[in-house]
């Protein structure tokens, strides 16, 4: 387990410290062992390897008593005489003498700086008061070393007042109010998110990753205390609940514009996705129940029947004999589900323009975003208008919400003026200036892959398998997946093509690792073979994101292996005609693809070369990381 948690993130501390920790089902009782070793282990710490080791394992559902004393020796970690003791210790009794006096030591007020802090006072003179905020993934050990580091630094100087709430998984005591507003200045050191960010909206705010404040407290505070004389320090957002809402979300301050728009697609590909899903998988169950006809005749079926009146096999309709593969009340069920389910995807493109604009512009953007997606499909503009709309529907209604002005138009602000106005400028655009290109565009798309037969479509294949297996549900990924789930709601035969093979690359990266890790476990970690015994599931499932622990730990090798076989699978998924009416799901909804056996032989295949591709790769480019988690165990057994 602690392999495990270092391949996430380095566990290493000044001093030549480590503190590999996690919490893990197999553990039963809060275990704590120390290692002096004799060579020293690079765990990712600033200044080198470590020759001081602490190994800490908790029990996943354990109470927090536990977690009070490791933090207790977290802190301790950051003094140089307790560093000493323990480098000097000549007998194991020395050194268990030197952690019970840490861990049971009564805890000291100072350190925690948040139960009896001052009532806000006018801070006309004197030091500059910071409120600081630390937390790490686990909650266990960077979390509140941070915390003391900061601490102690502050208590060596007089230009400064800091006050620390380390968010742990132990109990956190929340900053006092009054203390809060006396603050200066604000620090987060995290690498998760902060609880309650909006108690410190209009603070001046320096922000890093949590291991920032444990190696350069000093800076840290330093640039708090320039940020707290600096009129045009950046500040956290938030104030009245008119004027946060008129504002975009927090998470996009300080970023370039670049990476804030890709961030806001990504939104609004995320809440897309349960549209797809939902109404995707039941068009599938449509089809499954009465058969291809549902399809052309489902807004008859499902309106002009009734369970008290079932359509028969064969029916004049429109003056046309049509022959029904089901009848009564299967074929009943299959349109009402059909029905169900062109409704829902009929919310794709609405829904993707909606929340890319939501990213942007918080809550005021959502109207405009939708406003503009119904425009889009409108105009026959598709998911690129929808893209279209979302990001000038934000960026407008952004820009709006910025106005200053009085107080009572600041109320009417997110609920009726910028969303009247971010929508009749999205309108005006789309119908006088944009809705006409961007139909041309998508028309010209979907008659190009109407035309694809041959080379061009096992090109188009290869470009999405590749897509599909790069960055394993990041953008690349997403974006694959966006194009072929936004053009399988038109249902042409060419769309779900290209869902059919998005599909099947997606899978190839988890199972081809899984079963990687079952034939050759000597080449990788521990941590991997056991990621392994669960990530064929995820695989099958449609999860590419199943194999993300092992392109994280081992990217060069990972990847292009898995790109290899991505690739390897669209191709003969196109060449093969290979057709998918769902959008996931993976084998679990196989009926709903035509011709299975095909669609199966294209993912065996890249699967197969995924495989043996990682598997050379590292018998021929051995990872030192495997080497080192190999070693570990021994090192630290003879240390």
């Known amino acids: 387990m602690p392999r495990a948690r270092e391949e996430k993130a380095g566990t290493g501390v000044p001093g030549g410290v480590a503190i590999p920790h996690c919490r893990s089902e197999a553990v039963t009782e809060p275990t704590l062992a120390f290692a002096r070793l004799s060579r020293p282990v690079d765990f990712s710490g600033p200044d080198g390897e470590a020759s001081l080791v602490f190994l800490i394992a908790a029990p996943a559902g354990g109470g927090k008593e536990h977690l009070k004393i490791l933090s207790k020796l ?12 323990l480098r000097g210790a000549a007998t194991a009794e020395e050194i268990v003498e030197l952690v019970l006096g840490v861990v049971n030591a009564a805890p000291k007020k100072k350190a925690e700086a948040v139960a009896s802090a001052p009532a806000a006072e006018e801070n006309t003179s004197g030091p500059t008061r910071v409120v600081a905020i630390t937390a790490c993934p686990t909650g266990i050990a960077h979390t509140y070393m ?30 006092p109010a009054t203390t809060i507003e006396a603050a200066d200045a604000v620090i987060f050191a995290t690498d998760v998110g902060v609880k309650d960010r909006e108690r410190f909206a209009g603070k001046p705010v320096i922000e890093s990753g949590v291991k920032r404040a444990i190696n350069e407290p000093g800076v840290m505070i330093d640039e708090a205390i320039a940020a707290a004389k600096n009129p045009n320090a950046r500040r956290v957002a938030g104030g009245s609940s008119a004027a946060s809402e008129a504002t975009g979300p927090e998470e996009g301050k300080g970023l370039g514009w670049g990476k804030r728009i890709q961030q806001a697609v990504m939104t609004g590909v995320s809440y897309m996705v349960p549209f797809v899903a939902a109404g995707g998988l039941l068009l599938a169950l449509g089809f499954m129940l009465g058969g291809e006809q549902v399809g052309n005749y489902w807004q008859i079926l499902a309106t002009q029947f009734s369970l008290n009146n079932l359509p028969d096999q064969v029916m004049l309709i429109g003056g046309q004999l049509v022959d029904f593969e089901r009848s009564g009340l299967s074929l009943y069920l299959a349109a009402v589900l059909f029905a169900t389910g062109k409704l829902a995807m009929d919310f794709v493109v609405a829904a993707l323009s909606g929340y890319i604009a939501y ?14 997606g119904a425009i889009s499909v409108f105009l026959g503009a598709g998911f690129i208008g929808g ?3 979302g990001i000038l529907a934000g960026l407008f209604a952004m820009w709006v919400g910025s106005w200053k002005v009085p107080r009572w138009v600041a109320s009417l602000m997110p609920v009726v003026i910028i969303p009247l106005l971010t929508s009749m400028v999205v309108g005006l655009t789309m119908f006088l200036v944009l809705g006409r290109p961007l ?32 960055d394993l549900g990041g953008p690349v990924n997403k974006a694959a997946y966006l194009f072929a ?20 690359a997606g899978m190839v990266p988890p199972i081809a690792l899984s079963l990687a890790t079952f034939l050759r476990p000597s080449l990788f970690t521990p941590a991997e073979e056991e990621n392994g015994k669960s990530s064929w599931l995820l695989g099958l499932s449609f999860v590419s994101e ?18 290899a076989g991505g690739a390897v699978t669209g191709a003969l998924s196109m060449s093969l005609g290979v057709t998918a009416n769902a959008p996931h799901g993976g084998i679990f909804v196989l009926p709903a693809i035509s011709p299975a056996l095909g669609w199966l032989l294209a993912l065996v295949a890249g699967v197969v070369v995924s495989t043996l591709a990682v598997v050379l790769i590292k018998m021929a480019w051995p990872n030192k990381a495997v080497e080192q988690a190999a070693n570990l165990a021994p090192q630290t057994a003879h240390a």
Do not use: H, Y
Request: charged share 15%.
């Open 546 to 563: 199943g194999a993300i622990p092992f392109a994280a730990a081992d990217p060069l090798r990972v990847i292009p292996s898995m790109m």
């Open 146 to 175: 941070a915390a003391d580091a900061l601490t102690q630094t502050a208590e060596g100087r007089s230009d400064v007042e800091l006050t620390v709430e380390p968010q742990g998984s132990s109990a956190v005591t929340p900053l």
């Open 387 to 389: 893209l279209v709309t």
């Open 439 to 470: 139909e041309a565009i998508m028309t010209g798309l979907q008659d190009w892959l109407n035309s694809m037969s041959g080379s061009s479509a096992v090109l188009l294949g290869i470009i999405l398998g590749l897509m599909m297996c790069f």
């Open 74 to 85: 977290a802190r301790a970690l950051v003094r140089k005489d307790f560093l000493e003791g």
């Open 359 to 372: 990213a942007l512009a918080n809550r005021p953007g959502i109207a405009p975003g939708f406003v503009g």
């Open 485 to 504: 789930t936004a053009g399988l709601s038109t249902g042409d035969d060419s769309s779900m093509k290209i869902m059919a093979a998005v599909m099947a």
